[in-house]
């Protein structure tokens, strides 16, 4: 669906990197699969069921609505109906729930399972929970949300608009097989005037290995190639010293095995990540540079979302993520910070095979 001859609002992030119409005649490569997402959401039998852990979160329920305008989507969320009802109310929210969109209550039978969970890895990892009843509920929810989408029922969990992410990490992984059996990682997707720039980690306990690194690499890569803008990865020295020397071969091994999983990725590793990134203007907006680099792929945990945090403080980036890697594009973790507008782009990608994107990637 069109709107004065413009991309859907949920396309708003990948139409600001173009900057153009999705009706000129001369289409960038970026925006053709974008276009092809816009068919695809005209299309009844194309609508993914996407479920949101955090149902009583008013910019969930606000993109709820934006998704249901848009027919993009069709949204579930975890909760109390009665508290979603209050909550739509107080909001003056366009929705009716139980008609516009699915209301999951909490599942008693796996209450104990999930406060045992819960419980058990706060205390493994040693979290600092400031608020326990809050920690409960979103790692119930999530779980709850996860169990819908393992039996499935659903397409995609979009979780963490509230709490910490290994908070619902823990849950996912608990229940997803696909998260089991793969490396987890994840992949932050910037934007400013018309650079693209991903940054991508791993989520490990220990020290990513050749394989493992190789493995979110290839699987970023799917994600960059299903928006429309070719690959070319650059796998980053992102520590000093003397580690330096074996990350360094790490990171080449790792580049040897990307180019054998996917032979038409562009990768180098490694790369020093003053070198990857570029030149950032005095102005703090993004410069064209020499670098032909737009995925960054860190080592690791917690790294990509670093570099982010200090791109978005010295810069006009905007972001639509973090995509969880790993997932078979079954769940994301999202961050507290996130938008209304961010997670009606993020629900236009849950659920869906990226193949449906003409990715060029393996």
Known sequence: MTTNGHLPHACSIWRAICGRSATEEAMPPLLEPIAQLSRLRGTLRSRKRVIFAEGHDLRVLRAIQCIIEEQSAIPIVVGHEKD??????????????????????????????????????????????????????????????????????????????????????????????????????????????????CLSDVVIESVANPSQLAEIAVAAAQYVSAIGARPRIALCLDRCGKDILSLGDKLHAAAQIVKTMAADVDVDGPVALRDAIGAIGGSGRAQRTSTRYNVLVFSRTGIAATVRDVLRSNSDWSEVGPFLLGAANRAHIVTPEISSEALVDMASFAGRCLDEFNSSVG
Do not use: M
């Open 84 to 197: 979603i009802h209050k909550r739509i109310a107080e909001a003056n929210i366009g929705l009716r729930a139980g008609h516009d969109l699915e209301v999951v209550e909490p599942s008693d039978e796996f209450e104990f399972s999930d406060q045992w969970l819960a419980y058990s890895s706060a205390q493994q990892w040693k979290w600092r929970i400031p608020n326990l009843p809050l920690f409960i509920r979103d790692s119930r929810n999530t779980a709850s949300a996860a169990r819908i989408v393992d039996g499935s029922r659903a397409d995609c969990v979009i979780c963490g608009a509230s709490g910490e992410f290994s908070w619902h990490f823990i849950q996912l992984k608990e229940i997803l097989a696909s998260l089991q059996r793969r490396t987890a990682g994840t992949l932050h997707v910037l934007s400013a005037g018309e650079r693209l720039l």
